[in-house]
Protein backbone atom coordinates (compact mmCIF):
# COMPACT_ATOMS: atom_id res chain seq x y z
CA UNK A 1 0.00 0.00 0.00
CA UNK A 2 2.73 2.20 0.49
CA UNK A 3 4.03 1.97 -3.08
CA UNK A 4 0.30 3.22 -4.16
CA UNK A 5 0.00 6.09 -1.59
CA UNK A 6 1.14 9.86 -1.74
CA UNK A 7 0.62 11.99 1.40
CA UNK A 8 -0.64 15.12 0.93
CA UNK A 9 -0.59 18.23 2.64
CA UNK A 10 -4.10 17.97 4.96
CA UNK A 11 -6.54 20.46 5.55
CA UNK A 12 -6.16 23.46 7.72
CA UNK A 13 -7.98 22.26 10.76
CA UNK A 14 -7.04 22.73 14.51
CA UNK A 15 -6.68 20.48 17.11
CA UNK A 16 -9.22 20.33 19.59
CA UNK A 17 -8.01 22.79 22.40
CA UNK A 18 -6.30 20.26 25.16
CA UNK A 19 -7.55 23.26 28.20
CA UNK A 20 -10.91 21.37 27.13
CA UNK A 21 -10.43 18.26 27.50
CA UNK A 22 -11.27 16.95 30.59
CA UNK A 23 -12.11 12.98 32.21
CA UNK A 24 -13.35 12.04 35.68
CA UNK A 25 -10.84 10.42 38.17
CA UNK A 26 -7.59 11.53 35.42
CA UNK A 27 -4.74 13.61 35.09
CA UNK A 28 -2.96 15.19 32.27
CA UNK A 29 0.67 15.13 31.95
CA UNK A 30 1.95 17.48 29.28
CA UNK A 31 3.99 20.25 28.86
CA UNK A 32 2.67 23.45 30.38
CA UNK A 33 3.25 27.15 30.03
CA UNK A 34 1.86 30.35 31.90
CA UNK A 35 -1.29 32.53 30.28
CA UNK A 36 0.29 35.85 29.65
CA UNK A 37 -2.61 37.59 30.66
CA UNK A 38 -4.13 35.21 33.61
CA UNK A 39 -0.60 33.64 34.63
CA UNK A 40 -2.44 30.59 35.03
CA UNK A 41 -0.64 27.05 34.04
CA UNK A 42 -1.93 26.25 30.69
CA UNK A 43 -1.72 23.32 28.61
CA UNK A 44 0.91 23.46 25.53
CA UNK A 45 -1.29 22.31 22.07
CA UNK A 46 0.10 19.94 19.73
CA UNK A 47 0.57 22.85 17.24
CA UNK A 48 3.68 23.04 19.12
CA UNK A 49 6.21 20.20 20.85
CA UNK A 50 4.61 19.71 23.83
CA UNK A 51 6.27 15.66 24.44
CA UNK A 52 7.65 15.68 28.11
CA UNK A 53 10.94 15.03 28.39
CA UNK A 54 12.61 13.69 31.54
CA UNK A 55 15.53 11.14 32.98
CA UNK A 56 14.07 7.86 32.77
CA UNK A 57 15.22 4.70 34.66
CA UNK A 58 16.86 3.95 37.67
CA UNK A 59 17.62 6.57 40.74
CA UNK A 60 20.57 4.93 42.28
CA UNK A 61 23.47 6.37 42.21
CA UNK A 62 27.21 6.81 44.06
CA UNK A 63 25.23 7.38 47.63
CA UNK A 64 23.58 4.31 47.14
CA UNK A 65 26.98 2.11 47.11
CA UNK A 66 27.41 1.49 50.91
CA UNK A 67 23.79 -0.86 50.47
CA UNK A 68 25.40 -3.00 47.43
CA UNK A 69 28.31 -3.21 49.43
CA UNK A 70 26.17 -4.51 52.67
CA UNK A 71 24.46 -6.70 50.08
CA UNK A 72 27.31 -8.30 48.23
CA UNK A 73 28.78 -8.88 52.14
CA UNK A 74 25.64 -10.82 52.41
CA UNK A 75 26.32 -12.62 49.70
CA UNK A 76 29.83 -14.07 50.93
CA UNK A 77 29.57 -14.39 54.77
CA UNK A 78 25.71 -14.10 55.17
CA UNK A 79 23.31 -17.26 56.60
CA UNK A 80 23.72 -18.35 52.52
CA UNK A 81 27.24 -17.85 51.67
CA UNK A 82 29.18 -20.52 50.24
CA UNK A 83 31.79 -22.23 51.84
CA UNK A 84 34.41 -22.16 50.03
CA UNK A 85 36.25 -18.88 50.45
CA UNK A 86 38.81 -19.09 47.56
CA UNK A 87 36.57 -20.11 45.57
CA UNK A 88 34.33 -17.13 46.06
CA UNK A 89 37.31 -14.78 46.09
CA UNK A 90 38.42 -15.92 42.58
CA UNK A 91 35.04 -15.49 41.42
CA UNK A 92 35.45 -11.38 42.60
CA UNK A 93 38.29 -11.41 41.29
CA UNK A 94 36.92 -11.55 37.50
CA UNK A 95 33.54 -8.99 38.19
CA UNK A 96 34.13 -5.66 37.06
CA UNK A 97 32.38 -4.12 39.68
CA UNK A 98 30.02 -4.99 42.65
CA UNK A 99 26.52 -4.13 40.67
CA UNK A 100 27.80 -6.35 37.77
CA UNK A 101 28.06 -9.14 40.46
CA UNK A 102 25.20 -8.68 42.23
CA UNK A 103 23.16 -8.24 39.43
CA UNK A 104 24.42 -12.03 38.05
CA UNK A 105 23.43 -13.31 41.65
CA UNK A 106 19.81 -11.83 41.34
CA UNK A 107 18.69 -12.02 38.12
CA UNK A 108 21.06 -14.59 35.93
CA UNK A 109 24.09 -13.77 33.52
CA UNK A 110 23.08 -12.34 30.03
CA UNK A 111 25.72 -13.25 27.48
CA UNK A 112 26.99 -9.71 26.56
CA UNK A 113 28.71 -11.04 23.29
CA UNK A 114 25.34 -13.23 21.90
CA UNK A 115 22.19 -11.74 20.60
CA UNK A 116 19.97 -10.03 23.53
CA UNK A 117 16.34 -10.63 22.97
CA UNK A 118 13.50 -8.33 21.29
CA UNK A 119 13.28 -5.38 23.66
CA UNK A 120 15.78 -6.35 26.21
CA UNK A 121 17.31 -3.73 28.72
CA UNK A 122 19.77 -3.59 31.14
CA UNK A 123 18.52 -3.38 34.89
CA UNK A 124 20.03 -2.25 38.43
CA UNK A 125 20.30 -4.90 40.59
CA UNK A 126 18.37 -3.64 43.88
CA UNK A 127 15.28 -1.73 42.30
CA UNK A 128 14.87 -3.64 38.52
CA UNK A 129 15.35 -0.04 36.94
CA UNK A 130 16.72 0.66 33.37
CA UNK A 131 20.14 1.38 33.53
CA UNK A 132 21.56 3.05 32.36
CA UNK A 133 19.12 6.29 32.80
CA UNK A 134 18.60 8.32 30.16
CA UNK A 135 16.38 10.98 28.48
CA UNK A 136 13.36 9.87 27.24
CA UNK A 137 10.01 12.03 25.27
CA UNK A 138 6.48 11.20 25.59
CA UNK A 139 3.40 12.68 24.44
CA UNK A 140 1.00 13.90 26.40
CA UNK A 141 -1.64 11.77 28.40
CA UNK A 142 -3.98 11.27 30.94
CA UNK A 143 -3.62 9.20 33.54
CA UNK A 144 -6.06 7.41 36.60
CA UNK A 145 -5.40 9.07 39.56
CA UNK A 146 -5.61 5.55 41.54
CA UNK A 147 -5.15 2.23 40.72
CA UNK A 148 -8.22 0.28 39.52
CA UNK A 149 -10.08 -0.46 42.55
CA UNK A 150 -12.11 -4.10 43.63
CA UNK A 151 -15.48 -2.07 43.71
CA UNK A 152 -14.95 -0.89 40.14
CA UNK A 153 -13.44 -3.87 38.81
CA UNK A 154 -16.59 -5.76 40.04
CA UNK A 155 -19.20 -3.13 38.43
CA UNK A 156 -17.12 -4.23 34.85
CA UNK A 157 -17.72 -8.48 35.57
CA UNK A 158 -21.16 -7.61 37.19
CA UNK A 159 -21.50 -5.60 33.56
CA UNK A 160 -19.78 -8.10 31.10
CA UNK A 161 -19.85 -11.14 32.91
CA UNK A 162 -15.96 -11.14 31.76
CA UNK A 163 -14.35 -14.39 33.48
CA UNK A 164 -10.38 -13.81 34.41
CA UNK A 165 -7.76 -16.02 33.59
CA UNK A 166 -7.76 -17.26 37.28
CA UNK A 167 -10.96 -18.03 37.04
CA UNK A 168 -10.07 -20.19 33.67
CA UNK A 169 -7.35 -21.99 35.07
CA UNK A 170 -8.81 -22.43 38.66
CA UNK A 171 -5.74 -20.91 40.42
CA UNK A 172 -3.68 -18.10 41.44
CA UNK A 173 -0.72 -17.16 43.38
CA UNK A 174 -1.04 -16.37 46.75
CA UNK A 175 1.78 -15.40 49.22
CA UNK A 176 2.86 -18.02 51.44
CA UNK A 177 1.71 -16.62 54.57
CA UNK A 178 -1.22 -15.70 53.46
CA UNK A 179 -2.53 -18.53 53.03
CA UNK A 180 -5.57 -19.53 55.86
CA UNK A 181 -5.99 -22.97 55.80
CA UNK A 182 -2.89 -25.30 56.02
CA UNK A 183 -3.80 -27.75 53.83
CA UNK A 184 -3.97 -25.78 50.87
CA UNK A 185 -0.63 -24.70 51.54
CA UNK A 186 0.95 -28.21 51.81
CA UNK A 187 -0.90 -29.12 48.24
CA UNK A 188 -0.01 -25.86 46.77
CA UNK A 189 2.64 -25.92 44.00
CA UNK A 190 5.48 -23.10 44.53
CA UNK A 191 6.33 -20.97 41.94
CA UNK A 192 9.97 -21.57 40.80
CA UNK A 193 11.50 -18.23 40.20
CA UNK A 194 9.58 -17.02 43.81
CA UNK A 195 9.68 -19.65 46.49
CA UNK A 196 7.60 -18.05 48.55
CA UNK A 197 4.47 -17.83 46.21
CA UNK A 198 2.26 -20.99 45.94
CA UNK A 199 -0.28 -21.85 43.42
CA UNK A 200 -3.62 -21.43 45.36
CA UNK A 201 -6.78 -23.58 43.85
CA UNK A 202 -9.74 -21.18 43.78
CA UNK A 203 -7.85 -18.32 44.40
CA UNK A 204 -8.98 -15.58 42.16
CA UNK A 205 -10.23 -11.31 42.61
CA UNK A 206 -12.90 -12.06 44.64
CA UNK A 207 -11.24 -14.56 46.93
CA UNK A 208 -7.60 -13.43 47.10
CA UNK A 209 -6.34 -15.45 49.77
CA UNK A 210 -7.98 -18.54 48.42
CA UNK A 211 -10.76 -20.40 49.30
CA UNK A 212 -12.50 -18.53 52.91
CA UNK A 213 -11.42 -15.21 52.04
CA UNK A 214 -13.10 -12.64 50.73
CA UNK A 215 -12.30 -9.03 49.54
CA UNK A 216 -15.52 -7.77 51.19
CA UNK A 217 -14.18 -4.65 53.40
CA UNK A 218 -11.56 -4.16 51.09
CA UNK A 219 -13.25 -2.82 48.12
CA UNK A 220 -11.58 0.27 47.65
CA UNK A 221 -8.20 -1.25 47.91
CA UNK A 222 -6.26 -1.95 44.48
CA UNK A 223 -8.02 -5.15 42.47
CA UNK A 224 -5.00 -7.98 42.46
CA UNK A 225 -5.22 -11.68 40.75
CA UNK A 226 -5.71 -9.96 37.47
CA UNK A 227 -3.21 -11.03 33.96
CA UNK A 228 -2.47 -8.71 32.12
CA UNK A 229 -5.10 -9.19 29.56
CA UNK A 230 -7.61 -8.92 32.16
CA UNK A 231 -6.25 -5.60 32.66
CA UNK A 232 -6.19 -4.33 29.07
CA UNK A 233 -9.85 -5.94 28.75
CA UNK A 234 -10.45 -3.41 31.67
CA UNK A 235 -9.50 -0.57 30.04
CA UNK A 236 -11.01 -1.31 26.69
CA UNK A 237 -14.23 -1.36 28.48
CA UNK A 238 -14.08 2.23 29.87
CA UNK A 239 -12.64 3.58 26.90
CA UNK A 240 -9.39 3.49 28.16
CA UNK A 241 -5.81 1.33 27.99
CA UNK A 242 -3.05 0.17 29.76
CA UNK A 243 0.32 3.04 30.03
CA UNK A 244 3.34 2.80 28.84
CA UNK A 245 6.43 2.62 32.03
CA UNK A 246 7.95 5.64 30.35
CA UNK A 247 4.67 7.27 30.94
CA UNK A 248 4.52 6.01 34.03
CA UNK A 249 7.74 6.78 35.41
CA UNK A 250 7.30 10.26 34.34
CA UNK A 251 3.55 10.74 35.83
CA UNK A 252 5.12 8.70 38.93
CA UNK A 253 8.13 11.18 39.25
CA UNK A 254 5.55 14.24 38.96
CA UNK A 255 7.93 16.76 37.64
CA UNK A 256 10.78 15.92 39.04
CA UNK A 257 12.49 15.07 35.90
CA UNK A 258 16.23 16.39 35.54
CA UNK A 259 19.41 15.66 37.41
CA UNK A 260 18.90 18.86 39.78
CA UNK A 261 15.62 17.63 41.56
CA UNK A 262 15.79 13.82 40.64
CA UNK A 263 15.16 12.01 43.71
CA UNK A 264 14.53 7.80 44.68
CA UNK A 265 11.23 8.03 46.22
CA UNK A 266 8.26 10.81 45.90
CA UNK A 267 9.03 12.70 49.19
CA UNK A 268 12.95 12.66 48.48
CA UNK A 269 15.43 10.55 48.83
CA UNK A 270 15.55 9.72 52.63
CA UNK A 271 15.34 5.75 52.90
CA UNK A 272 14.42 5.26 56.60
CA UNK A 273 11.07 3.38 57.65
CA UNK A 274 10.00 5.77 59.91
CA UNK A 275 10.06 8.48 57.03
CA UNK A 276 8.84 5.96 54.20
CA UNK A 277 5.98 4.42 56.36
CA UNK A 278 4.22 7.69 56.48
CA UNK A 279 4.01 7.77 52.78
CA UNK A 280 4.08 3.82 51.27
CA UNK A 281 2.85 0.26 51.92
CA UNK A 282 6.10 -1.75 52.18
CA UNK A 283 7.09 -4.88 54.11
CA UNK A 284 8.64 -4.55 57.26
CA UNK A 285 10.02 -6.85 58.95
CA UNK A 286 11.21 -10.45 57.93
CA UNK A 287 9.74 -11.74 54.82
CA UNK A 288 7.83 -13.64 54.20
CA UNK A 289 6.40 -15.00 57.56
CA UNK A 290 6.79 -11.66 59.84
CA UNK A 291 6.07 -7.98 58.59
CA UNK A 292 5.73 -5.88 61.68
CA UNK A 293 2.77 -4.08 60.15
CA UNK A 294 4.44 -0.88 60.80
CA UNK A 295 2.51 1.09 58.06
CA UNK A 296 -0.44 -0.37 59.10
CA UNK A 297 -0.69 -2.80 56.44
CA UNK A 298 0.28 -6.61 56.30
CA UNK A 299 -1.24 -6.83 52.90
CA UNK A 300 -2.99 -4.45 50.18
CA UNK A 301 -3.93 -0.77 51.45
CA UNK A 302 -6.77 1.53 50.39
CA UNK A 303 -5.96 3.35 47.29
CA UNK A 304 -5.95 6.84 48.64
CA UNK A 305 -5.00 6.12 52.43
CA UNK A 306 -1.49 7.79 51.50
CA UNK A 307 -0.74 10.86 50.13
CA UNK A 308 -0.03 11.62 46.26
CA UNK A 309 2.91 12.60 45.04
CA UNK A 310 3.06 16.84 43.51
CA UNK A 311 0.71 16.13 40.41
CA UNK A 312 -1.73 14.22 42.62
CA UNK A 313 -1.40 10.39 41.97
CA UNK A 314 -1.38 7.69 44.36
CA UNK A 315 0.06 4.31 45.17
CA UNK A 316 2.90 4.95 42.25
CA UNK A 317 5.30 3.16 44.66
CA UNK A 318 4.41 0.18 46.55
CA UNK A 319 1.35 -1.24 47.98
CA UNK A 320 0.78 -3.37 43.91
CA UNK A 321 2.63 -3.93 41.04
CA UNK A 322 1.17 -2.00 37.97
CA UNK A 323 1.04 -3.53 34.73
CA UNK A 324 2.06 -1.43 31.20
CA UNK A 325 1.11 -2.30 27.93
CA UNK A 326 4.26 -3.09 25.42
CA UNK A 327 6.86 -5.96 26.19
CA UNK A 328 5.78 -9.75 25.30
CA UNK A 329 3.84 -11.88 26.40
CA UNK A 330 6.13 -14.08 28.39
CA UNK A 331 7.83 -10.98 29.44
CA UNK A 332 4.91 -8.17 30.60
CA UNK A 333 6.34 -5.29 32.26
CA UNK A 334 5.08 -4.00 35.66
CA UNK A 335 6.40 -0.95 37.24
CA UNK A 336 5.62 0.59 41.67
CA UNK A 337 7.03 -2.20 43.56
CA UNK A 338 4.13 -3.46 45.85
CA UNK A 339 3.91 -4.41 49.35
CA UNK A 340 6.32 -7.41 49.77
CA UNK A 341 9.13 -4.80 48.57
CA UNK A 342 11.34 -2.55 50.72
CA UNK A 343 12.61 1.08 50.48
CA UNK A 344 16.19 -0.15 49.84
CA UNK A 345 16.31 -3.62 48.45
CA UNK A 346 17.45 -6.05 51.10
CA UNK A 347 13.96 -7.40 50.60
CA UNK A 348 12.67 -8.24 46.97
CA UNK A 349 12.78 -4.94 45.09
CA UNK A 350 13.80 -1.93 46.32
CA UNK A 351 10.27 0.02 46.01
CA UNK A 352 11.45 3.49 44.38
CA UNK A 353 10.20 5.30 41.20
CA UNK A 354 11.95 3.75 39.07
CA UNK A 355 11.34 0.21 40.52
CA UNK A 356 10.85 -1.82 37.44
CA UNK A 357 10.07 -5.62 36.68
CA UNK A 358 8.55 -8.15 34.05
CA UNK A 359 6.47 -11.48 34.60
CA UNK A 360 4.87 -13.70 31.99
CA UNK A 361 1.26 -11.71 30.80
CA UNK A 362 -0.70 -14.46 31.84
CA UNK A 363 0.50 -14.71 35.48
CA UNK A 364 -2.12 -13.57 38.65
CA UNK A 365 -0.80 -12.68 42.24
CA UNK A 366 -2.09 -11.13 44.98
CA UNK A 367 0.12 -7.94 44.44
CA UNK A 368 0.22 -7.11 40.60
CA UNK A 369 -2.90 -4.35 39.62
CA UNK A 370 -3.20 -2.00 37.36
CA UNK A 371 -4.27 1.43 36.77
CA UNK A 372 -5.59 2.59 33.01
CA UNK A 373 -4.32 5.69 30.21
CA UNK A 374 -5.77 7.94 27.67
CA UNK A 375 -4.47 9.50 25.13
CA UNK A 376 -5.75 13.33 24.18
CA UNK A 377 -8.08 13.87 21.60
CA UNK A 378 -6.04 15.39 18.11
CA UNK A 379 -7.23 16.17 14.75
CA UNK A 380 -7.93 13.76 12.06
CA UNK A 381 -5.29 13.75 9.29
CA UNK A 382 -6.21 12.56 5.24
CA UNK A 383 -3.67 11.63 2.56
CA UNK A 384 -4.42 10.62 -0.77
CA UNK A 385 -4.73 7.43 -1.98
CA UNK A 386 -4.17 6.67 -5.91
CA UNK A 387 -5.56 3.78 -8.04
CA UNK A 388 -3.10 2.27 -9.81
CA UNK A 389 -4.59 0.71 -13.14
CA UNK A 390 -0.72 -1.29 -13.83
CA UNK A 391 -1.78 -3.05 -9.98
CA UNK A 392 -5.44 -2.91 -9.40
CA UNK A 393 -6.79 -2.85 -13.09
CA UNK A 394 -9.20 -0.84 -14.55
CA UNK A 395 -11.78 0.71 -12.88
CA UNK A 396 -14.85 -0.58 -13.94
CA UNK A 397 -18.13 1.44 -14.38
CA UNK A 398 -19.60 0.02 -11.03
CA UNK A 399 -16.57 0.64 -8.92
CA UNK A 400 -16.63 4.35 -9.86
CA UNK A 401 -20.46 4.33 -8.13
CA UNK A 402 -19.67 2.39 -5.27
CA UNK A 403 -18.30 -0.49 -6.18
CA UNK A 404 -17.92 -1.94 -2.28
CA UNK A 405 -21.66 -1.86 -1.83
CA UNK A 406 -23.16 -2.06 -5.21
CA UNK A 407 -20.93 -4.53 -6.77
CA UNK A 408 -17.87 -6.87 -6.69
CA UNK A 409 -14.88 -5.07 -6.25
CA UNK A 410 -12.45 -4.76 -9.36
CA UNK A 411 -8.93 -6.95 -7.92
CA UNK A 412 -9.11 -6.35 -4.16
CA UNK A 413 -8.62 -2.63 -4.69
CA UNK A 414 -12.21 -1.43 -3.19
CA UNK A 415 -11.38 -4.32 0.20
CA UNK A 416 -8.17 -2.61 1.59
CA UNK A 417 -9.91 0.61 2.30
CA UNK A 418 -12.32 0.73 4.79
CA UNK A 419 -15.37 3.12 3.26
CA UNK A 420 -16.98 3.41 7.03
CA UNK A 421 -19.04 6.42 7.57
CA UNK A 422 -19.10 9.33 5.34
CA UNK A 423 -19.69 11.61 8.45
CA UNK A 424 -17.60 10.10 10.73
CA UNK A 425 -14.29 9.41 8.01
CA UNK A 426 -15.18 12.30 5.87
CA UNK A 427 -13.60 10.66 2.89
CA UNK A 428 -15.50 12.61 0.07
CA UNK A 429 -13.68 15.67 -0.58
CA UNK A 430 -15.89 17.13 -3.45
CA UNK A 431 -19.82 16.97 -4.71
CA UNK A 432 -20.39 14.89 -1.42
CA UNK A 433 -24.09 16.08 -1.75
CA UNK A 434 -23.99 13.80 -4.95
CA UNK A 435 -25.29 10.39 -3.74
CA UNK A 436 -23.51 8.95 -6.56
CA UNK A 437 -20.08 10.61 -6.14
CA UNK A 438 -18.01 7.97 -4.91
CA UNK A 439 -14.86 10.08 -3.25
CA UNK A 440 -12.79 9.42 -6.59
CA UNK A 441 -11.18 12.92 -8.38
CA UNK A 442 -9.35 12.99 -11.60
CA UNK A 443 -6.12 14.78 -11.09
CA UNK A 444 -4.37 16.31 -14.26
CA UNK A 445 -0.84 16.60 -14.12
CA UNK A 446 1.63 17.97 -17.40
CA UNK A 447 5.08 16.39 -18.12
CA UNK A 448 8.00 17.92 -19.62
CA UNK A 449 6.56 17.67 -22.99
CA UNK A 450 3.59 19.11 -22.48
CA UNK A 451 1.76 15.67 -22.64
CA UNK A 452 -1.10 15.50 -19.91
CA UNK A 453 -1.63 12.51 -17.41
CA UNK A 454 -4.46 11.64 -15.53
CA UNK A 455 -4.97 9.80 -12.18
CA UNK A 456 -7.80 8.73 -10.19
CA UNK A 457 -7.10 9.54 -6.40
CA UNK A 458 -9.37 9.31 -3.17
CA UNK A 459 -8.76 10.93 0.39
CA UNK A 460 -8.81 8.91 3.20
CA UNK A 461 -8.25 9.24 6.71
CA UNK A 462 -5.11 8.49 7.98
CA UNK A 463 -4.11 5.78 10.30
CA UNK A 464 -2.71 6.97 13.39
CA UNK A 465 0.79 4.96 14.18
CA UNK A 466 2.75 5.71 17.21
CA UNK A 467 6.48 4.61 16.94
CA UNK A 468 7.81 3.39 20.59
CA UNK A 469 9.50 1.01 22.16
CA UNK A 470 6.95 0.01 24.05
CA UNK A 471 5.45 -1.82 22.26
Known amino acids: ?39 ELMRVGFEK ?8 GTGFDSHHKAQEEWDLHLEHFGEFADH ?21 KRHGDIRK ?47 TAYETEAEKYGWSFV ?76 AARAGYWHSENRTLYAWGDDDSVNTAIKHMNFW ?22 YPPNEFGFYDM ?24 DSTDGHINHAATLGARSTIHGTTSTGNVGFRCAKSPKRKAEYHWVYHDEEVHGELRVEDEYRASEHASPEKGWEDMFDWGDDDEYGLYVEEDNDPDFD ?33
Not at 1 to 18: K, S
Not at 317 to 340: L, P
Not at 439 to 459: A, I, L, P
Open 49 to 56: DNDVRYIF
Open 317 to 340: AGNVWEWMRGGKNKARIVRGASYV
Open 1 to 39: LLALTATAQAEEEQHPDLNDQHHEGMIYVGRMKEDEATG
Open 113 to 159: DGPKPFGHVDTHALDGGVTPPKYVEVEPFFLDVVPVTNAEYSKFVRS
Open 175 to 250: LSSFVRRPELLEEADIDPEAENWVAIHGAYWQMPEGPGSSYKGREQHPVVHVSHRDAAEYCTWVGKRLPGEKEYEG
Open 84 to 104: DLADRANRLKHEKNVREYLKK
Open 439 to 471: GYVTEVTEDEDGNKQTRKKRKVKKERTRVSTEL
Open 284 to 305: QGDFPWNNTVDDGWKGTSPVKH
